[in-house]
């Protein structure tokens, strides 16, 4: 259960990483 739980916490970690760097772009595109 730990392996699993090592895994599934470095998966939400990169997708949080990769939303974060997608953040930015999405503002740019955002007038306000």
């Given amino acids: 259960m ?3 739980w090592r895994i599934w ?3 939400v970690t990169i997708q949080l ?3 974060f ?3 930015p772009k ?3 595109h ?3």
Wanted: hydrophobic share 55%; proline share 0%; aromatic share 22%.
């Fill in 30 to 32: 955002v007038d306000f």
């Fill in 26 to 28: 999405l503002f740019s």
């Fill in 21 to 23: 760097s997608c953040v």
């Fill in 2 to 4: 730990e392996v699993l």
């Fill in 9 to 11: 916490f470095r998966n």
């Fill in 17 to 19: 990483l990769y939303l």
